[in-house]
């Protein structure tokens, strides 16, 4: 069984940056695909960005050139960083990795979310 602890969020003005962190944390599991969500009020919520094990990305049109994935194998965390933040960035942002024994019976997990809140 794998745990997440998210930290990072915060609230910002338009404009300026943050830094979101998933630390894992289990014995004997690997992590494969990385993701990070977010959630608006009112929305549904969507893939923000993902980097895969080979440091491969992905991002959401909204947030390219804007956001940067990245992860630390070692200390089994993954980042999200956030710069140039609009007010539509506003949201409940979740990490959400891929861990198991193997990448056959790897499960998804998420974390507990944490906030962004960006003012104009």
């Known amino acids: 069984q794998a745990q997440l602890v998210e930290s990072g969020g915060g609230l910002v003005q338009a404009g300026g940056s943050l830094r979101l962190s998933c630390a894992i944390s289990?014995?004997?599991?690997?992590?494969?695909?990385m993701d990070w969500y977010r959630q608006a009020p009112g929305k549904q919520r969507e893939l923000v960005a993902r980097i895969d094990i080979h440091g491969s990305t992905y991002y959401a049109d909204s947030v390219k050139g804007r956001f940067t994935i990245s992860r630390d194998n070692g200390k089994r965390t993954g980042f999200l960083q956030m710069s140039s933040l609009k007010p539509e960035d506003t949201a409940v942002y979740y990490c959400n990795p891929k861990i198991g024994a193997a990448v056959s019976n790897a499960e998804d997990y998420w974390g507990q979310g944490t906030q962004v809140t960006v003012s104009s």
């Open positions: 289990g014995r004997g599991l690997s992590i494969y695909d």
